[in-house]
C-alpha cells in the first residue's frame, strides 16, 4: 500500500512539474525568435538600392521592460550583389504608457565589398531616440568613385512601439 501511494504521488508530482518546463521550454523558443520586421527600399540613379529593415523585440507581458530596436540599412550595386551592412541598435527603458528612455546607441559594419569602407561614424542618443551617421566610401584606385551617407534614426514610443 506505501509503495502505491508512494506511485501515485510520484507520478503526481513528475506531471505537475513537467508542465512548467515543457511551457518554459516553447518559451525559450518564441524568445529566441523575437524580432517584428518591416522594410523599404531606396533606389539611386546608379542603378544601386538600399534595402532598410526595421527590426523590435518582442515586448514581454510586463509594464516595465527593455526593448531593443534595430534599423539595418542593405547597400547592393546594380548587379544586385550586397556591398555593406550598417545596423543601428537602439536600447530602450519602457514603462508601458508611462515613460520611455534610450539608454543605448550602438552599431555595427560588416563590408562585403572591399572596394566599399567604413570613413566616418557617430553613435548618440537623446530622450527615447538612438542616432547614428555614418559615411561609406567606395574607392578604385585610391580615387573615390561613389559616396553613400547614412543619417539614421529609431526610437521608441510610450507603448514600445518601435520605428
Known amino acids: 500500500m506505501k509503495k502505491l501511494v508512494s ?5 503526481v508530482f513528475l506531471t505537475f512539474t513537467m ?3 515543457i511551457y518554459a521550454e516553447n518559451n525559450l ?8 520586421i518591416s522594410s523599404y527600399t531606396e533606389y539611386y540613379e546608379d542603378g544601386s538600392y538600399a534595402i532598410t529593415t526595421i ?3 518582442v515586448t514581454p507581458r510586463a509594464t516595465s521592460y527593455v526593448k531593443v530596436g534595430e534599423r539595418i540599412v542593405d547597400l547592393y550595386n546594380s548587379s544586385d550583389e550586397l ?29 562585403y565589398n572591399d572596394s566599399w ?21 567606395k574607392k578604385v584606385l ?12 529609431i526610437g521608441c514610443d510610450l507603448y514600445g512601439n518601435v520605428g
Open 7 to 11: 506511485l501515485v504521488i510520484a507520478i
Open 19 to 21: 508542465i512548467p518546463t
Open 29 to 36: 523558443v518564441t524568445i529566441s525568435n523575437n524580432y517584428e
Open 55 to 57: 527590426k523590435q523585440s
Open 83 to 111: 556591398q555593406w551592412t550598417y545596423k543601428l541598435i537602439g536600447t530602450f527603458n519602457v514603462v508601458e504608457g508611462v515613460s520611455v528612455v534610450c539608454t543605448e546607441s550602438t552599431y555595427s559594419s560588416v563590408i
Open 117 to 137: 569602407s567604413l570613413t566616418d561614424h557617430n553613435n548618440s542618443y537623446s530622450n527615447n531616440i538612438a542616432y547614428g551617421t555614418a559615411t561609406y566610401k
Open 142 to 153: 585610391f580615387i573615390t568613385t561613389n559616396t553613400h551617407d547614412i543619417d539614421l534614426s
